[in-house]
């Protein structure tokens, strides 16, 4: 199970820092994701982790605003959104693969319910 937390409501300009906590004992075999889905628009990937955190890929759209990091032994993974903007108003769902890190927003084994993130202009 993933549970996001860490969404609301900020300015542009404004940052916010997502988290996710991870159910189970092998959240460490793991790559996370995180993704996001504005309405009516199609899924985005955003960000991926390896399973270390030794590698990460960024979306072009994201690159240098935002940050993922994991945390193993507290089986969280973080997105820290700086400089936002209103496109990236959407909601922002968690999500984990035991396969290799990806930027796939579609292939991801497990996910979590989402979090809204609603940049005002």
């Known amino acids: 199970q993933l549970v996001e937390s860490g969404g609301g409501l900020v300015q542009t300009g404004g940052s916010l820092r997502l988290s996710c906590v991870a159910s189970?004992?092998?959240?460490?075999?793991?790559?996370m994701g995180w993704i996001r889905q504005a309405p009516g628009k199609e899924r985005e990937f955003v960000a991926a982790?390896?399973?270390?955190?030794?590698?990460?890929r960024y979306a072009d759209s994201v690159k240098g605003r935002f940050t993922i990091s994991r945390d193993n032994a507290k089986k969280t993974v973080y997105l820290q959104m700086n400089s936002l903007k209103p496109e990236d108003t959407a909601v922002y769902s968690c999500?984990?693969?035991?396969?290799?890190?990806?930027?796939?927003?579609?292939?991801?084994?497990?996910w979590g319910q989402g979090t809204q993130v609603t940049v005002s202009s």
């Open positions: 982790i390896s399973r270390s955190g030794s590698i990460l």
């Open positions: 189970g004992r092998t959240f460490s075999s793991y790559t």
């Open positions: 999500a984990a693969d035991p396969g290799i890190i990806s930027t796939s927003e579609q292939r991801w084994a497990y």
